[in-house]
């Protein structure tokens, strides 16, 4: 066997491995960017994120060094409610109209208990950006769809003060607040990945 056969037999055994690590999109269509939040005290009220987009970039040998970069269209928060909403885009909250984005940037990621993560990053709203840590369950391993793509999924949860962010609007009834002001973040998102 001559050496350029030997080489390009080599080279063919890495292109089929696995691929140590890569950048994976967001899937919209198969992902969810949700929340809730105490209303009178009595109840949480659900809502989430309709238009978003980002990347995941996985390192499979060394985790630690996987990245995260995500993007969230503000307006386009949905509460099944059009007055709750049409006031959660004016200024009392996130004043889409000056800041139209909500941004996320990893800047740690270290391994959790039992099989999770915890990535830590700079989560920007309203202007203000401040440090989060998200919980992470995943990524998954790897499926591949009929069309040959690959996908791999993860969840992710944390809890956020609102008015660490400038969401400051409150009312009270009766010595209650209307709002809460703890968020319970809950995330779903499917990677997806061409070869």
């Known amino acids: 066997m001559n050496r350029a056969l030997s080489l390009a037999l080599v080279l063919s055994a890495f292109a089929a491995g696995p691929v140590a690590a890569a950048t994976w999109d967001i899937d919209p269509v198969h992902s969810h960017v949700g929340f809730k939040v105490e209303h009178l005290v009595v109840t949480k009220v659900r809502g989430n994120f309709n238009t978003f987009s980002g990347t995941v970039m996985i390192d499979d040998k060394d985790i630690t060094k ?40 990893s800047t740690r990621i270290k ?72 968020i319970e973040i809950e995330i779903e998102v499917e990677l997806t990945h061409k070869r």
Not at 125 to 130: A, F, H, L, N, S
Not at 132 to 155: A, C, I, M, Q
């Open 66 to 105: 996987s990245k995260v970069n995500v993007t969230i269209d503000a307006a386009s928060i949905d509460t099944r409610n059009q007055k709750r909403d049409d006031h959660l885009r004016s200024e009392d909250f996130f004043f889409v109209k000056k800041h139209p984005q909500i941004t996320f940037t």
């Open 111 to 182: 391994k959790g208990k039992g099989k999770t993560l915890e990535v830590f990053g700079k989560l920007t709203m309203r202007g203000v950006t401040k440090p989060v840590r998200l919980v992470v369950e995943g990524p998954s391993p790897e499926v591949k769809d009929p069309g040959g793509n690959l996908h791999r999924g993860l969840s992710a949860t944390t809890t956020l003060r609102r008015q660490d962010w400038g969401l400051t609007w409150s009312k009270t009834v009766e010595g209650t607040s209307v709002v809460g002001d703890e």
